[in-house]
C-alpha cells in the first residue's frame, strides 16, 4: 500500500540530480559507458540540432545539465567525491587530490576535516563574543518564621555580576582579546577589564601577553607547549601593582593523557594564595567524572563529580566537595531545548552555606545564571521545594512554551519546504515536458525502426503511485496527477531492440520527474516484441532489462 512522508523530514532522492540517471547509467558504468552514454544525449539536446529558437534555447538548458552530468563522472577526482558524499562534497571548497584508490571512509574522513577548517575559519571572522550575567537572589524569608503583620516574606537581589568578552583576530596567528567584568554585592561595587595578545607560534606552542585595570595595575604572560604526544603544560606569570606594593603570581600547570578518555592535571601556584591542586578528569561519550584534591593558604578541599548523559539531549549532574570549610552537595540537571539553547537547575546543599537553587540559561554563547539563597540552614522544606519546583517548572514551561514553540517552528519549517519541493517540482516538471517536446523526431525515428525489424515497440509506460499504477485503467491515465506518462521518453532510450534502465530512481531519467514527491513508486510497461506483448512492473530502484528471456 502506498505511503507518504512529512515533506519537512523527507530528504527525497528525486529533488537532487541523479547524474547517473539523468545519462541512464548504473554505479558501476565504465568510462566508456559514461561516454557513449553523453554522446547520445548531446545528438539529442545539442542546440546546435534544432532550428526552432524556442526549442534551440530549451534544448541548451537539458544540454548543460547532461554536459554538467558528464564532466562530474568522467573525472575521476570527482567522481569519488560524488559516489561517496553526492552533491553536497562537489559544491565542497578546498579539496586536496582525491585518488581513486582512496576509499570512501578516506574521502568522507577528509570531507568532514575540510569542514572543520571552513567553519573554523567563519569563525575567526567574527568576534565570537562571549558573556556572563548572574544575579544572585535572597530568598530565606520564604523559609524562616515571620510575624504575619509583617506582610509577605522578603525576596530581594542580594548581588549581580557581569562579564563580556570579544576576540579580533588579527591574522591566521594574532588574536587580541578585551573583556570586562562588573560586580556588586550588598550596595559594594567592583570591576576590572582587561586586554590580552595572543600569538601562536606551532601547533604545539603559542604565548599570551595581558594588561588589566581594576583593583590596580595587572601585567601577565602565559605560554603553552606540548612536550610530547600525551603532555603539554602551561605556565602563568602576574604582577599586581596596589596601594599596598606589587604582589607577583605565578602559576604552572602539568597535563597528561592516561588514556584515550582520561587525563591527569596538577598545578601549582604561588603568591598571596599559594596553592597545589590535582585532578583527574574522565570523558566518555556516556559520562563525565572529575576528581580533585588542592590543598593551600586559603582552603584545602577534595571534589568529585559526575555527570551522566541521557539519550534525550539532557545531562544529569551530582557532585560533592568537602574539605576545611565544610562541605557541599550539587545535584541537578540540564536540558538542551533547541539547537543554541540549554536551560538547567541544580540544588544545592551546604554546611554553612545552607540550601540553594541554581538557575540556567545558556543561549549561544550568552550565560545567565541565578543562584537562589533559600535557607542558611538546611532546612529540609527549602530542599524539598529546591528539587519539587524545578521539575514542576520544567513540566509547565514544556507543555505551555516549549511544545508550542516547537510546533511553531516546524510548520514555518513545513511550509518553507513545501514552498522549496514544489518550485523544484514545478521546474523538474517543465524540464521533464522540455525533454519530451525535444525527444518527438527522435521517438518516431526509433519506432519505425523497431517496427520494421519487429524489434522493441513501447506500448505504454506509466511512472508513479504505485497503489494508483496498479488499480489504473488504461484509459484514465491522463486524469491522475500521481502519474506519469513515459512511453515516449522510453521508447527513445531503446537501442538495438533492448532497453536497460539503472537501478536508481527513475525520475531523474530524461524527460522523467517525480509526480508523487515523498511516496511509494513504480513503473509499468507494456511493450511488443517480435508481434508477441508483455507488460512488467518495477519498483522505482529496481533495475528493468527488457525483452525479456530472449536469445
Same mark, same amino acid.
Given at each position: 500500500?502506498?505511503?507518504?512522508?512529512?515533506?519537512?523530514?523527507?530528504?527525497?532522492? /528525486?529533488?537532487?540530480? #541523479?547524474?547517473?540517471?539523468?545519462?541512464?547509467?548504473?554505479?558501476?558504468?565504465?568510462?566508456? #559507458?559514461?561516454? *557513449?552514454?553523453?554522446?547520445?544525449?548531446? $545528438?539529442?539536446?545539442?542546440?546546435?540540432?534544432?532550428?526552432?529558437?524556442?526549442?534551440?534555447?530549451?534544448?541548451?538548458?537539458?544540454?548543460?545539465?547532461?554536459?554538467?552530468?558528464?564532466? +562530474?563522472?568522467?573525472?575521476?577526482?570527482?567522481?569519488?567525491?560524488?559516489?561517496?558524499?553526492?552533491?553536497?562534497?562537489?559544491?565542497?571548497?578546498?579539496?586536496?587530490?582525491?585518488?581513486?584508490?582512496?576509499?570512501?571512509?578516506? !574521502?568522507?574522513?577528509?570531507?568532514?576535516?575540510?569542514?572543520?577548517?571552513?567553519?573554523?575559519?567563519?569563525?575567526?571572522?567574527?568576534?565570537?563574543?562571549?558573556?556572563?550575567?548572574?544575579?544572585?537572589?535572597?530568598?530565606? #524569608?520564604?523559609?524562616?518564621?515571620?510575624?504575619?503583620?509583617?506582610?509577605?516574606?522578603?525576596?530581594?537581589?542580594?548581588?549581580? /555580576? !557581569?562579564?563580556?568578552?570579544?576576540?579580533?583576530?588579527?591574522?591566521?596567528?594574532?588574536?587580541?582579546?578585551? /573583556?570586562?567584568?562588573?560586580?556588586?554585592?550588598? %550596595?559594594?561595587?567592583?570591576?576590572?577589564?582587561?586586554?590580552?595578545?595572543?600569538?601562536?607560534?606551532? &601547533?604545539?606552542?603559542?604565548?599570551?601577553?595581558?594588561?588589566?585595570?581594576?583593583?590596580?595595575?595587572?601585567?601577565?604572560?602565559? %605560554?603553552?607547549?606540548?612536550?610530547?604526544?600525551?603532555?603539554? %603544560?602551561?605556565?602563568?606569570?602576574?604582577?599586581?601593582?596596589?596601594?599596598?606594593?606589587?604582589?607577583?603570581?605565578?602559576?604552572?600547570?602539568?597535563?597528561?593523557?592516561?588514556?584515550?578518555?582520561?587525563? %591527569?592535571?596538577?598545578?601549582?601556584?604561588?603568591?598571596?594564595?599559594?596553592?597545589?591542586?590535582?585532578?583527574? +578528569?574522565?570523558?566518555?561519550?556516556?559520562?563525565?567524572?572529575?576528581?580533585?584534591?588542592? +590543598?593551600?593558604?586559603?582552603?584545602?578541599?577534595?571534589?568529585?563529580?559526575?555527570?551522566?548523559?541521557?539519550?534525550?539531549?539532557?545531562?544529569?549532574?551530582?557532585?560533592?566537595?568537602?574539605?576545611?570549610?565544610?562541605?557541599?552537595?550539587?545535584?541537578?540537571?540540564?536540558?538542551?531545548?533547541?539547537?543554541?539553547?540549554? +536551560?538547567?537547575?541544580?540544588?544545592?546543599?551546604?554546611?554553612? /552555606?545552607?540550601?540553594?537553587?541554581?538557575?540556567?540559561?545558556?543561549?549561544?554563547?550568552?550565560?545567565?545564571?541565578?543562584?537562589?539563597?533559600?535557607? =542558611?540552614?538546611?532546612?529540609?522544606?527549602?530542599?524539598?521545594?529546591?528539587?519539587?519546583?524545578?521539575?514542576?517548572?520544567?513540566?509547565?514551561?514544556?507543555?505551555?512554551?516549549?511544545?508550542?514553540?516547537? =510546533?511553531?517552528?516546524?510548520?514555518?519549517?513545513?511550509?518553507?519546504?513545501?514552498?522549496? *519541493?514544489?518550485? $523544484?517540482?514545478?521546474?523538474?516538471?517543465?524540464? &521533464?515536458?522540455?525533454?519530451?517536446?525535444?525527444?518527438?523526431?527522435?521517438?518516431?525515428?526509433?519506432?519505425?525502426?523497431?517496427? &520494421?525489424?519487429?524489434?522493441?515497440?513501447?506500448?505504454? &509506460?506509466?511512472?508513479?503511485?504505485?497503489? =494508483?499504477?496498479?488499480?489504473?485503467?488504461?484509459?484514465?491515465?491522463?486524469?491522475?496527477?500521481?502519474?506519469? #506518462?513515459?512511453?515516449?521518453?522510453?521508447?527513445?532510450?531503446? $537501442?538495438?531492440?533492448?532497453?536497460?534502465?539503472?537501478?536508481?530512481?527513475?525520475? *531523474?531519467?530524461?524527460?522523467?520527474?517525480?509526480?508523487?514527491?515523498?511516496?511509494?513508486?513504480?513503473?509499468?510497461?507494456?511493450?511488443?516484441?517480435?508481434?508477441?506483448?508483455?507488460?512488467?512492473?518495477?519498483?522505482?530502484?529496481?533495475?528493468?532489462?527488457?525483452?525479456?528471456?530472449?536469445?
Amino acid at each position: 500500500m502506498a505511503h507518504s512522508m512529512p515533506l519537512e523530514n523527507f530528504d527525497d532522492p /528525486s529533488l537532487e540530480d #541523479d547524474y547517473y540517471a539523468i545519462l541512464n547509467l548504473g554505479k558501476n558504468a565504465t568510462t566508456e #559507458d559514461i561516454t *557513449n552514454s553523453y554522446r547520445c544525449l548531446s $545528438k539529442l539536446y545539442h542546440p546546435d540540432k534544432h532550428l526552432d529558437p524556442i526549442k534551440k534555447k530549451n534544448a541548451e538548458i537539458l544540454f548543460n545539465k547532461t554536459k554538467t552530468a558528464y564532466e +562530474v563522472l568522467s573525472d575521476p577526482h570527482q567522481r569519488a567525491i560524488y559516489d561517496t558524499l553526492g552533491l553536497k562534497g562537489l559544491e565542497t571548497e578546498g579539496w586536496q587530490i582525491v585518488q581513486r584508490t582512496k576509499t570512501p571512509q578516506e !574521502i568522507r574522513e577528509e570531507y568532514e576535516q575540510l569542514l572543520k577548517e571552513r567553519e573554523e575559519r567563519r569563525l575567526q571572522q567574527r568576534t565570537n563574543p562571549k558573556g556572563t550575567i548572574s544575579v544572585g537572589v535572597n530568598a530565606t #524569608d520564604l523559609f524562616e518564621t515571620y510575624d504575619i503583620d509583617t506582610g509577605f516574606p522578603a525576596v530581594e537581589i542580594s548581588s549581580m /555580576s !557581569i562579564s563580556q568578552s570579544v576576540e579580533a583576530p588579527i591574522s591566521v596567528k594574532d588574536t587580541l582579546s578585551l /573583556s570586562g567584568n562588573l560586580n556588586t554585592q550588598n %550596595g559594594t561595587g567592583s570591576g576590572n577589564i582587561a586586554c590580552s595578545w595572543k600569538n601562536v607560534f606551532s &601547533a604545539s606552542s603559542w604565548m599570551e601577553c595581558g594588561i588589566g585595570a581594576g583593583n590596580g595595575l595587572l601585567l601577565s604572560v602565559k %605560554g603553552y607547549r606540548t612536550f610530547t604526544k600525551l603532555c603539554f %603544560g602551561t605556565l602563568q606569570t602576574t604582577f599586581q601593582f596596589t596601594s599596598l606594593g606589587i604582589a607577583p603570581g605565578l602559576e604552572l600547570m602539568m597535563a597528561r593523557q592516561l588514556d584515550k578518555h582520561t587525563a %591527569g592535571y596538577l598545578t601549582w601556584k604561588a603568591g598571596t594564595a599559594s596553592s597545589v591542586n590535582t585532578m583527574i +578528569v574522565h570523558d566518555s561519550e556516556k559520562g563525565h567524572f572529575v576528581g580533585g584534591l588542592q +590543598v593551600g593558604k586559603r582552603g584545602s578541599f577534595i571534589t568529585l563529580s559526575y555527570s551522566r548523559k541521557l539519550e534525550d539531549e539532557s545531562r544529569a549532574k551530582c557532585a560533592i566537595k568537602f574539605g576545611v570549610f565544610g562541605a557541599i552537595l550539587e545535584y541537578g540537571c540540564d536540558k538542551k531545548i533547541s539547537q543554541r539553547s540549554t +536551560v538547567g537547575a541544580a540544588v544545592v546543599v551546604g554546611v554553612p /552555606s545552607g540550601v540553594s537553587l541554581k538557575l540556567k540559561l545558556v543561549r549561544a554563547n550568552q550565560t545567565y545564571l541565578f543562584p537562589i539563597l533559600l535557607s =542558611e540552614d538546611i532546612v529540609p522544606s527549602a530542599v524539598f521545594y529546591a528539587t519539587v519546583t524545578p521539575v514542576l517548572g520544567w513540566f509547565v514551561m514544556k507543555k505551555f512554551v516549549i511544545d508550542p514553540y516547537h =510546533e511553531r517552528q516546524k510548520k514555518k519549517e513545513a511550509e518553507k519546504s513545501k514552498e522549496a *519541493n514544489a518550485q $523544484k517540482m514545478e521546474e523538474r516538471k517543465r524540464e &521533464a515536458e522540455i525533454a519530451v517536446s525535444l525527444m518527438e523526431e527522435t521517438y518516431k525515428r526509433i519506432r519505425a525502426q523497431e517496427e &520494421a525489424k519487429n524489434g522493441l515497440i513501447i506500448l505504454q &509506460a506509466i511512472y508513479g503511485n504505485s497503489e =494508483e499504477i496498479s488499480n489504473l485503467e488504461p484509459d484514465h491515465i491522463e486524469s491522475k496527477k500521481n502519474i506519469l #506518462d513515459a512511453t515516449v521518453q522510453l521508447q527513445c532510450l531503446v $537501442k538495438d531492440s533492448r532497453l536497460t534502465l539503472p537501478d536508481r530512481s527513475k525520475s *531523474n531519467l530524461p524527460g522523467f520527474y517525480d509526480p508523487c514527491l515523498g511516496e511509494e513508486k513504480c513503473l509499468r510497461v507494456d511493450y511488443m516484441y517480435r508481434k508477441l506483448t508483455h507488460s512488467i512492473t518495477i519498483g522505482d530502484n529496481e533495475m528493468l532489462r527488457i525483452p525479456r528471456n530472449c536469445k
